[in-house]
């Protein structure tokens, strides 16, 4: 028998089975066998073989330090707070917050698989298997149509596109009609496509659900306040899809929002269509657009900012508020303190360089005093003269200090606290967090904050503007670091002082 050598030589375009060399038939060495040579070939394994065969690498764990941020929303994961994550092909980790995970991938077959999962306590647990199912039901909805693919990896131009295209045509004939849907929302992911922002889990929103020309339902996000109900598809706030299950507090709301793009329709029925009048009635328009287009300031007083209990937190982002301290959007506010009564007459103020003394390289609940030594007893006296006592601040940091947030809520909340305690009167408070470059409608001179005061936290009383001002120490005088505080009471119709002429000095 022909002694042989087999050589296995990858080769990716082709599979030969076997090549047999034979030796010469004169070979050099006579008293040697001849040789045989077999080279087989095999294919070269391709990339998308292995990789499909190799299950994604989920991971669960509580968080061992603050430093880590989500890859879906950016924000900081805090320290000892349950994480997902899943590893890239150089091994690296993409943490991510419970709800902003996402169970896509077909490869996690049971919650149980995943790593870390029983070293978890029970209650996360469940958490983590809920979170898993109500993902696996949405992505097995996305599945649905490739309409509904797109809407949910934000393909926002095309499906805006679409979505205009479907309304003119609803609006010439009734074989593609629209509707609008109430509903809390199932998870955090959904973005509103009025101002581009996330809507958070449970928060209440509104759909406008249209038909492509093929057919499929195509739905179009909301937060309550960016909602127009310009369309003729409403034709009552009752006859909204998910109406009848909403809270009654949110069912209230959205009635209010619909009763004043009523009024707008009827005031542009009775010729009132000058173009400032139609920017106020525009409810969902944003304040800061409004405010710079120069309207009045009877008109500006005069917008609406939706406000309903499900979008009222105990919790600014990942910071946890005290007692009577709530959050909505980018304000925090204390909601009632013990003693405070609503009012016609409202004494509003700022509170650094104005009521208290403070010093932005000291941080501490207790880092602050008196302004001016006749500060308690002028809000004493005001409070038994029958004034309802508010505090409008601004307070970046606690939007800036994204891995100290805490801290900074804790200090701004803390002084405030201090000094109610100290001046022995209740006082209402607005914190505004917005950065100071940007849009944000409730950062001073926005008139946001006194806007919810008016509209929604003061018992429905008509404020009496005569008997009511706001003192504050920005007033763009050589020395100040800003006007913020003049041109927030000017917006608002406000009189203004400053602090050295209202507190004697």
Request: hydrophobic share 30%; charged share 30%.
């Amino acid at each position: 028998m022909l002694p042989s050598f087999t050589f296995h030589v990858p080769f990716s375009k082709s599979i030969i089975s076997s090549l047999i060399i034979h030796a010469s038939p004169k070979p050099p060495f006579p008293n040697l066998s001849p040789i045989r040579f077999a080279c087989h070939f095999s294919p070269k394994p391709s990339m998308s073989s292995s990789s499909s065969s190799t299950p994604t690498h989920v991971e669960a764990e509580y968080a061992k330090s603050g430093n880590s941020s989500c890859k879906k929303c950016s924000e900081p994961i805090e320290n000892r707070a349950l994480r997902l994550g899943t590893k890239d092909g150089r091994g690296y980790t993409k943490w991510h917050h419970l709800g902003c995970f996402s169970f896509g991938s077909e490869s996690v077959a049971s919650v149980e698989l995943i790593h870390g999962f029983q070293a978890l306590e029970s209650s996360d647990q469940e958490a983590l298997k809920v979170e898993f199912e109500k993902s696996k039901e949405e992505d097995s909805a996305v599945k649905k149509s490739s309409q509904n693919r797109r809407v949910r990896e934000g393909d926002e131009a095309e499906v805006e596109n679409l979505g205009e295209k479907v309304l003119k045509k609803s609006k010439g004939s009734s074989s593609a009609p629209t509707h609008v849907e109430a509903e809390y929302a199932k998870s955090g992911r959904s973005s509103c496509k009025k101002c581009s922002k996330p809507i958070e889990n449970k928060a209440l929103r509104l759909g406008l659900v249209t038909k492509d020309p093929r057919g499929f339902d195509s739905t179009k996000w909301h937060h309550l306040g960016c909602f127009s109900f310009g369309s003729d598809s409403v034709a009552s706030v009752d006859k909204i899809k998910g109406f009848q299950s909403l809270k009654s507090s949110d069912q209230e709301a959205l009635k209010n929002l619909a009763v004043e793009f009523e009024k707008c329709k009827k005031e542009d029925s009775n010729g009132e269509k000058n173009s400032q009048k139609q920017k106020v009635c525009e409810v969902d328009e944003d304040i800061n657009e409004v405010g710079e287009r120069g309207l009045k300031k009877a008109e500006v007083s005069d917008l609406a900012i939706s406000f309903s209990a499900s979008d009222v937190k105990d919790k600014y982002k990942d910071a946890t508020l005290p007692p009577k301290w709530k959050a909505f959007q980018t304000i925090i506010f204390l909601e009632r303190d013990d003693g405070l009564h609503d009012s016609s007459k409202i004494a509003a103020f700022d509170f650094d360089g104005c009521l208290a003394n403070t010093d932005v390289r000291r941080v501490g609940a207790d880092a602050w005093s008196f302004m001016y030594p006749s500060i308690p007893d002028k809000l004493r006296s005001l409070y038994e003269d029958g004034y309802k006592l508010v505090i409008f601040t601004n307070e970046t940091n606690i939007e800036r200090w994204k891995n100290k947030r805490q801290a900074a809520v804790d200090s701004k909340i803390g002084r405030l606290n201090n000094f109610i305690k100290e001046v022995k009167v209740p006082i209402q408070v607005f914190i505004a967090c917005g950065p100071s470059q940007g849009e944000d409608p409730f950062r001073k001179p926005k008139p946001g904050m006194w806007h919810i005061l008016k509209q929604h936290l003061n018992s429905g009383i008509s404020i009496d503007m005569d008997q009511s001002f706001y003192v504050g120490d920005a007033a763009g005088r050589r020395n100040d670091h800003s006007d913020a505080d003049l041109k927030f009471a000017e917006a608002n119709g406000l009189k203004f002082y400053v602090p050295e002429d209202y507190f004697g000095v």
